[in-house]
Nanobody, 121 residues
Framework: QVQLVESGGGLVQAGGSLRLSCAAS????????MGWFRQAPGKEREFVAS????????YYADSVKGRFTISRDNANNTMYLQMNSLRPEDTAVYYC??????????????WGQGTQVAVSS
């Protein structure tokens, strides 16, 4: 089992910045990739960014490229999302996600509880 706890959400004006954190605990050695998703009211959950846990390869949704930066601190089992130049359309609940693999090559996905980000115009 892996437990994920997000923090860092809040209310910010358009053009501002926020940094989200996701702290992982439990069987963190089994994590292969972590990422951020978001869900706005009335919309489906969508991919924002991800990072491989060992190599640090990053991937971004087109809507956030150049504005958001994903990073991780393996020593502290924490992932971050630095969000700059925020726009009202970035308003959503942001969820942390972790993918794991066990000794039998079974993959599992874990989710955090979410943190609210609100961007005012």
């Amino acid at each position: 089992q892996v437990q994920l706890v997000e923090s860092g959400g809040g209310l910010v004006q358009a053009g501002g910045s926020l940094r989200l954190s996701c702290a992982a605990s439990g069987r963190t050695f089994s994590i292969t990739r972590m990422g951020w998703f978001r869900q706005a009211p009335g919309k489906e959950r969508e991919f924002v960014a991800s990072i491989t846990w060992t190599g640090g390869l990053t991937y971004y949704a087109d809507s956030v490229k150049g504005r958001f930066t994903i990073s991780r601190d393996n020593a502290n089992n924490t992932m971050y999302l630095q969000m700059n130049s925020l726009r009202p359309e970035d308003t959503a609940v942001y969820y942390c996600n972790a993918q794991t693999i066990d000794d039998y090559q079974h993959r599992r996905t874990y989710w955090g509880q979410g943190t609210q980000v609100a961007v005012s115009s």
